[in-house]
């Protein structure tokens, strides 16, 4: 029998680990944060939540709330996404279509050149054939695969790939 897909596990991180939260977001995961909150802000987001952090003392504290709390280290963003695939058997795929907003988590819809022609500097739009858009309408947003793009699948390609389930 055919299990069923897993459910995408979904991140709320402190303010500490912006970078990872506009990687998660990138790379599709529901991916709450917010620079400023405080410790009882984040415990209090946390249901059906991953929390992300470095911090012990909020570390412990969600241990104590019976919150799945994961440090994800404090190395390189490909170090961090690393530990987060082997510890929770995910793997990251770069997959522009499923992307959310980096800045804000809406989700991305795929576009027209002509829709987003006077959002986006000439050179890139004449470059690339493929764009996104943030859905919501206080962000709007716009996206394309440009030189970061690259960094980014070079990075995927570095992950090691988690051992499968047995
Ligand atoms: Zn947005």
New binding site residues.
């Given amino acids: 029998m055919e299990q069923p897909p897993r459910e995408q596990p979904k991140f709320i991180l402190d303010g500490m680990l912006g970078s990872l939260a506009r990687w998660l977001r990138l790379l599709g995961f529901n991916t709450l944060y917010y620079e400023t909150q405080s410790d009882d802000e984040i415990l209090e987001q946390t249901e059906h939540r991953i929390l992300l952090t470095r911090d012990k003392t909020l570390l412990v504290r969600a241990q104590k709330h019976g919150v799945m709390v994961i440090n994800p280290g404090s190395g390189l963003i490909q170090e961090m996404l690393q530990h987060l695939q082997d510890r929770l058997r995910i793997c990251f795929l770069g997959d522009p279509n499923q992307s959310?907003?980096?800045?804000?988590?809406?989700h991305?819809k795929s576009t027209t050149r002509k829709e987003i022609q006077d959002r986006v500097p000439k050179k890139s739009l004449d470059r690339h054939h493929q764009f996104w858009q943030?859905?919501?309408p206080?962000?709007?947003?716009v996206y394309w695969q440009g030189r970061h793009w690259t960094r980014i699948q070079q990075t995927l390609d570095n992950l090691r790939i988690p051992p499968k389930e047995q």
């Fill in positions: 959310r907003c980096p800045q804000c988590n809406s991305l943030c859905l919501n206080q962000c709007g947003k």
